[in-house]
Structure formats: C-alpha cells, structure tokens
C-alpha cells in the first residue's frame, strides 16, 4: 500500500525558509513523478513543483527562483526547500506521487504557515 508522509512544515517569518519532506513507501520510488501542492484557505489545491524519474524540475510561476524540488531515491524521500517565504505561500502542503500508469496518491499534508 502506497504511503507518503509530509513534514517539515511551521511557523516562519517572511524572509525566512523551510524545508519540507515528503517519504514514501509501498511502491518503487525511483519510476514516479513526485510532486508538491499547496492549499490555502478557501482557495483551490493548485500545483508547486514537479520532479520526474529523470530529475527534471517544473515550477510554478510563483515558486520560480525562489523554491527548488529535489529527490533521493535512495531514501524515497522529495524535498521542497522553500526559501524568500512570502506571507502568501501559507498554505498546506501535499506531496502526490504519480506511478508510469497514471495512479496518484497524495499525502496528508503538512501546514506551513509564513508571518509579516
């Protein structure tokens, strides 16, 4: 059964940076795209940044410069190192895994939270 565990998440001043982690298990890590969303209250879900099995990277437009995504396949873990936080990245974070056969699967999320 597939899992993936968040954490990392807090309470950071503007400026500052977090780094968030997400482990997985109950599948082979290495093959699938792993990926971090973010909700904030009363908004949607919406899309962060991407890291395929190869290593590419895809960043939203908001996150660019500022967020980097990487992975250790050896640990099954993804990473989002958050840096220059705004007040307008609080949200709750989620990682989602998406297997070559087009399965998602979607953690419970971790709640970063960015003060003025």
């Given amino acids: 059964q597939v899992q993936l565990v968040e954490s990392g998440g807090g309470l950071v001043q503007a400026g500052g940076s977090l780094r968030l982690s ?20 009363g908004r ?17 437009d908001s996150v660019k410069g500022r967020f980097t995504i990487s992975r250790d396949n050896a640990k099954a873990t993804v990473y989002l190192q958050m840096n220059s936080l705004k007040v307008e990245d609080t949200a709750v974070y989620y990682c989602k895994q998406i297997t070559p056969r087009g399965y998602d699967y979607w953690g419970q999320g971790t709640q970063v939270t960015v003060s003025s």
Wanted: charged fraction near 15%.
């Fill in 22 to 41: 997400c482990a997985a298990s109950g599948s082979t890590f290495s093959i699938n795209v792993m990926s971090w969303y973010r909700q904030a209250p």
């Fill in 44 to 60: 949607q879900r919406e899309w962060v940044a991407s890291i395929g099995s190869d290593g590419s990277k895809n960043y939203a």
